[in-house]
């Protein structure tokens, strides 16, 4: 009896969600040895939401962090925040964030996204995240603008990829995940090297980015200006109107 012969169209393949093809990631050549991450972290935990989800009661109390307000440039989303009270806040024995600590969303499409935490920009210090997201917060052996700029290189996606996507059900990351994840050994001092040479150049992207206008003002403007009427005036009663009637 002769061997049978099978063919597969991966054309077909791709478009099952059942299947999802893998090839494990193999860490690349570096000066430096390589290192475990948790080794680097002082802190790494989830949280938590009330039973029942969160009230509107509490709007206005302790900040409520989940995977969407985690932008995909890096950056927290606080248009729309979520609250939980602050009974609740100051009950919780785990998730609550500092400044400056490092969240990444821990399962979803959008598994491994990070982002860095400025109080500066929050209307509240009483912060927290949900069960969807980890707080990473660097020892005394690290950087922690270091270990930041470090999550978001393809060289810790990729390993955050080949742990949390080969399996077929929801990408997910779990705090296992974390003891296999690697580092470079890179020196304290060269760390802070590495950062001194990024910030400037961050702060000029932040600069050219704050002068990009978004199309909607550029036409009101041209539009204000062939019609000869005064743009700032209807700005003003739009935002009048907002606060007078909110839900309209």
């Known amino acids: 009896m002769g061997l049978k012969t099978f063919t597969i169209d991966f054309a077909e393949l791709k ?18 040895k390589y290192d475990k991450i948790n080794n680097f972290l002082a802190l790494c935990e989830s949280g938590n939401r009330p039973k029942g989800g969160i009230s509107a009661e509490d709007d206005g109390e302790a900040i409520s962090l989940g995977g969407e307000q985690i932008g995909a440039d890096g950056n927290l989303n606080l248009s729309k925040i979520p609250y939980v009270s602050f009974e609740f806040y100051e009950n919780a024995n785990k998730g609550k964030v500092n400044d400056n600590d490092i969240l990444i969303c821990k399962d979803g499409a959008l598994t491994g996204k990070t982002c860095f935490v400025d109080f500066s920009l929050f209307p509240s210090k009483e912060v927290m995240i949900n069960e969807h997201v980890y707080i990473l917060r660097g020892n005394e052996k690290i950087n922690q603008n270091f270990l930041f700029y470090f999550t978001n290189t393809n060289l810790f996606q990729s390993q955050i990829k080949d742990l949390a996507y080969k399996k077929r ?80």
């Open 15 to 32: 478009s099952n969600d059942s299947i999802r093809l893998w090839i494990p990631f193999v860490l690349p050549e570096s000066r430096y």
């Open 169 to 248: 059900a929801q990408p997910g990351l779990n705090s296992d995940h974390f003891k296999k994840i690697k580092i470079p050994l890179i020196p304290k001092s060269t760390q802070d090297q590495i950062i001194a040479q990024i910030e400037p150049i961050e702060n000029k992207i932040k600069e050219l980015k704050a002068q990009i206008k978004q199309p909607q003002e550029v036409i009101n403007k041209v539009f204000a200006r062939e019609f000869e009427f005064d743009i700032q005036k209807i700005y003003s009663v739009e935002q009048r109107r907002f606060f007078l009637y909110p839900t309209l």
